[in-house]
């Protein structure tokens, strides 16, 4: 086996996307008898860290779950907390990331954000879409299923006549980026919670207790190491494999 360090290795199988269910911020507030939404608060934090880490060891897209479609059924006035953190981000943060050359993208539904969080929105994706370091995507308000039905809807409006792979892609949320190769789930459970469903049909998972907040570069490194030790198979038998992406004995 391949021994683990503290640090990245110069690797060509660094993971182009990382996807992250950022899970677990709740529970960090209750263990320090704080309310649940300054998990949130701290966890926004954490967030912004972790895409500058990203950034500066050459990810090319990090992709965050910060609200999914099933989460409107929290208490309201959790909902609306995080629905102002995110207005905030948007007004505070963007300018920072657009200096930094990051491209931002937020997938989900957006008619039920509202108009002001949706102009934002615009605004924000219009003003780095240029951008070429990071494309750092928000996943809110997000589902999987959902986004599966909505590219089928679409497609279907154009008048085709058969479904196939490729046209179907078109029209799911970030079919056009490059494949999820890593999903981290942070907070100790194993499930993707309706995450990309399509997405993430190939995607190496990496499921930690580490809850969200306590997340760190680290920690993000570890599952990177994690990801550098699979032998990503797609169907294949491993005897296929061109030797560099064979896994060492
Ligand atoms: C994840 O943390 C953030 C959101 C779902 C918005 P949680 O709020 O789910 O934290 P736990 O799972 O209750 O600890
Ligand atoms: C998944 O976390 C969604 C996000 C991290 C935004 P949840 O905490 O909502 O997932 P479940 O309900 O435990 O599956
Ligand atoms: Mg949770």
Same mark, same amino acid.
């Given at each position: 086996?391949?021994?683990?360090? @503290? ?17 677990? *911020? ?5 263990? =320090?008898?704080?309310?649940?939404? +300054? ?21 090319? /897209? ?8 099933? *989460? ?6 959790? !909902? ?9 981000? +948007?007004?505070?943060?963007? =300018?920072?990331?657009? @200096?930094? *050359? ?10 039920? %954000? ?5 102009? %934002? !929105? ?7 879409? /240029? &951008? ?15 986004? %599966?039905?909505?590219? !089928? *809807? ?12 490729? &046209? %179907? ?6 079919? &056009?980026?490059?494949?999820?190769? +890593? +999903? ?9 919670? &309706? ?32 990801? @550098?030790? =699979? ?19």
């Amino acid at each position: 086996m391949k021994s683990t360090t @503290q640090t990245i290795p110069e690797h060509t199988s660094l993971p182009r996307h990382i996807a992250i269910i950022m899970d677990g *911020n709740g529970r960090w507030a209750k263990k =320090r008898f704080m309310p649940r939404v +300054l998990g949130h608060k701290k966890g926004l934090d954490r967030l912004f860290e972790m895409v500058d880490y990203c950034h500066q060891i050459g990810i090319r /897209n990090l992709t965050v779950f910060a609200f999914s479609t099933e *989460n409107w059924r929290r208490p309201e006035e959790e !909902v609306s907390f995080l629905m102002g953190l995110f207005m905030k981000m +948007l007004q505070e943060k963007v =300018r920072g990331m657009h @200096q930094k *050359n990051y491209r931002l993208k937020v997938i989900g539904y957006r008619h039920r %954000l509202s108009t002001q969080v949706r102009e %934002l !929105v615009e605004e924000t994706e219009q003003l780095t879409a /240029n &951008n070429t370091g990071i494309t750092f995507t928000i996943a809110v308000d997000y589902g999987g299923r959902q986004d %599966l039905l909505q590219a !089928v *809807n679409q497609l279907l409006q154009t008048g085709v006549k058969e479904v196939t792979e490729d &046209n %179907l892609r078109e029209y799911i949320a970030l079919g &056009n980026e490059p494949e999820v190769d +890593l +999903l981290i789930r942070t907070g100790g459970e194993s499930r993707i919670s &309706n995450f990309m469903l399509w997405q993430l049909a190939y995607s190496e998972f990496y499921f930690t207790d580490t809850l969200w907040p306590d997340f760190t570069d680290k920690h993000l490194d570890e599952a990177i190491q994690s990801f @550098q030790l =699979r032998e990503r198979r797609f169907g294949r038998t491993g005897e296929q494999l061109p030797p560099e992406e064979q896994r060492p004995d």
